[in-house]
């Protein structure tokens, strides 16, 4: 497992053995620090914190983002939990140690880091002010420091890969105590030793801070003090950041209705992780990350990711964040109504083509939000933006335009595109009437609406395929599970239209993975080409549909029913079985079913949130 922690400013991944692996400041998702932030303990031979002879489990303390990992051998029990305060830029690794024999044990626990500031690291200083007992570093940008709760018992400030680096010293347990060193990659080291009884135990909490730097002295010196007055006072942040998670989920929970709780109880521990994590993803300013991954880098807002995961944050009662996610919608959105392919998270344009689906998604996603609140006041804060997105998907319909798929490989006129137009455009004239305007713009969005859904069918329907295309122009008629996207959640298609009932057999039929699972295409080379967490459970929501439609209808035979049921069963069981930990990747490898890609990937959370509450009349537009 690796897992990720935050605060809405400063979002870190922590990998399986414990390490911290980067961060990002002072946005979740820019600028990247790789930190390699570690420990090891020193007792005749060094031992890191990723050693092959360690037992590791990891997992985040129960209803918090708190991460915990553990560490057992024949002589010692470890623990690492790492978190960051709310109220702070700061990541706390908080260490125990247990000494597991019947011998007093004297060993030294070390800390290393090896920091490099920025997308592009500069030259760097890192320095340990002897007076505070605590490290510095720092180049033209960032200033970074590094303290504990316990006095230290030595220290040494290296440059990396020379006989200077404190990696170096820490091989044979006792550090050199430079107290300056300068370079483009420097690293240091922090040592306290220990005398550990039989069955005795030590917690020491180390802070690495970070703050913005102007060049100028007084500003190391301001975040030395800081992070001074943290440590000296830090006994409660612990019990505070564990309280400000509980006390979300405990909201969350009493904002569910009778109906909601009997449905998310079956699954209230995943559900609950789902929505810690996507709120990881959620910055101060408003903008959601896909994900934290760098490998892809998905570190960036997409609002077709942001409005499925804004709809997720709804059905659990976090209003407030999706007011901010709306109020970035707003602030980004271009002038012909548009948004391009995705933003850095403090708003500013990164990949500038467009996808046309993102537009009607935000649409439905703002629907979902009043539906969930019934905040007038919201919708005509937002009517500028609507109005604004509505005629752009009219104009994109009458000129037929064109735009990268939902997977950013294609250029053309996609079906799952179509249904978002279908989707936004039935949003905003539902907005409409809510706020009691008819004006001309209204009823251009009603007739493009009416005519997607008598005419439109028509040209994305393949008689001879016997399904939905996946693009009419140019034409495209491979079978993709995106295609279901036009029947969950944008309703262009009924449910149990024999069209639709046919290309959803041939979505199913289409992969054959030895691990099960639903994927995008069946040709698709991503990463190899294996079963998604969103596609799954797309094809999952769509059977719920169908079962639903099947039920209204008497002349349908129960059998029938029941076939459908087993398969949405399935498909929802399969996702079950494939978190780790609680997170939920983008992809499980084919054959190997690990986790693969992005992990975690807020859309695939926010899917699995969609698809427990399932509440068709607030999420079908």
Not at 262 to 272: A, D, T
Not at 415 to 431: F, H, M, P, Q
Not at 434 to 455: H, P, T
Not at 511 to 529: H, L, S, T, W
């Amino acid at each position: 497992m690796v897992g990720i922690i935050g605060n809405g400013n400063v979002l870190a991944k922590v990998d399986d053995s414990g390490s911290i692996e980067y961060m990002f400041y002072p946005n979740i998702g820019y600028e990247k620090h790789v930190l390699d932030a570690t420990f090891a303990i020193y007792n005749g031979g060094l031992k890191w914190a990723w050693n092959n002879d360690w037992i590791i489990k990891q997992n985040y303390v129960k209803e918090t983002n708190i991460l915990r990992t553990s560490y057992e051998s024949k002589e010692y029990l470890l623990e690492s939990r790492d978190y960051v305060p709310i109220s702070h830029n700061m990541i706390i690794k908080q260490l125990s140690v247990t000494n597991k024999t019947e011998e007093i044990q004297n060993i030294k626990l070390f800390f290393y880091e090896n920091i490099r500031m920025g997308e592009i690291p500069n030259e760097n200083t890192v320095r340990f002010i002897k007076d505070r007992q605590l490290l510095v570093k720092y180049d033209g940008k960032y200033v970074f420091s590094v303290g504990s709760n316990k006095k230290i018992s030595s220290y040494q400030c290296g440059v990396r890969s020379t006989d200077k680096s404190a990696l170096t010293d820490m091989a044979n347990g006792i550090l050199k105590e430079y107290p300056k060193s300068k370079g483009l990659i420097t690293d240091s080291a922090l040592s306290w030793d220990l005398v550990l009884n039989p069955g005795q135990k030590q917690t020491i909490s180390v802070f690495l801070m970070v703050e913005k730097y102007d060049g100028s002295y007084p500003k190391i010196i301001d975040t030395l003090d800081l992070t001074r007055v943290i440590i000296d006072n830090h006994e409660d942040f612990y019990e505070l950041t564990h309280a400000y998670w509980k006390n979300i989920l405990d909201t969350a929970v009493s904002r569910l209705s009778e109906n909601e709780l009997n449905r998310v109880s079956h699954y209230e521990e995943l559900c609950k992780r789902s929505l810690l994590t996507i709120l990881l993803l959620c910055s101060r300013n408003g903008g959601i990350m896909a994900s934290p991954s760098l490998y892809p880098d998905y570190r960036h807002v997409w609002c077709r990711d942001g409005g499925y995961m804004a709809v997720a944050l709804d059905l659990c009662g976090q209003h407030l964040v999706t007011e901010k996610y709306f109020e970035w919608c707003r602030k980004t959105q271009n002038q012909d109504g548009s948004w391009i392919q995705s933003y850095h998270v403090d708003g500013s344009p990164r990949l500038t083509a467009i996808q046309n689906d993102q537009i009607g998604t935000t649409l439905w996603a703002l629907l979902v939000h009043y539906r969930k609140t019934e905040n007038i006041n919201s919708l005509k804060k937002n009517w500028g933006m609507v109005k604004k997105a509505a005629n752009y998907l009219v104009n994109v319909l009458n000129n037929q335009s064109l735009s990268y798929d939902l997977w950013e490989e294609k250029y053309g006129l996609f079906t799952y595109t179509i249904g978002s137009i279908y989707g936004g455009l039935k949003s905003a004239v539902e907005i409409s009437k809510i706020i009691e305007d008819n004006s001309s713009d209204v009823k251009n969005w009603i007739y493009s609406a009416e005519f997607l859904k008598k005419e439109m069918i028509k040209k994305i329907y393949s008689e001879e395929d016997n399904r939905f295309l996946k693009s009419v122009s140019p034409k495209d008629n491979t079978v993709d599970s995106s295609i279901l996207g036009i029947c969950f959640p944008f309703n262009l298609v009924d449910p149990d239209d024999p069209k639709m009932v046919n290309t959803a057999s041939q979505i199913e039929g289409a992969f054959n993975y030895k691990i099960g699972g639903i994927g995008r295409y069946p040709e698709d080379v991503y990463f190899g080409g294996n079963p998604w967490i969103i596609n799954t459970l797309w094809l999952h929501m769509y059977y719920e549909q169908l079962i639903r439609a099947f039920l209204k209808n008497n002349a349908i035979k129960r059998e029938i029913v029941e076939s459908y049921i087993q398969k949405s069963i399935s498909l929802f069981e399969w996702t079950l079985k494939n978190n780790f930990s609680g997170l939920f990747p983008e992809q499980i490898h084919k054959d190997l079913k690990v986790p693969i890609s992005a992990m975690p990937l807020g859309w695939s959370h926010a899917m699995f949130i969609i698809a427990v509450h399932g509440d068709l009349d607030i999420l079908i537009p």
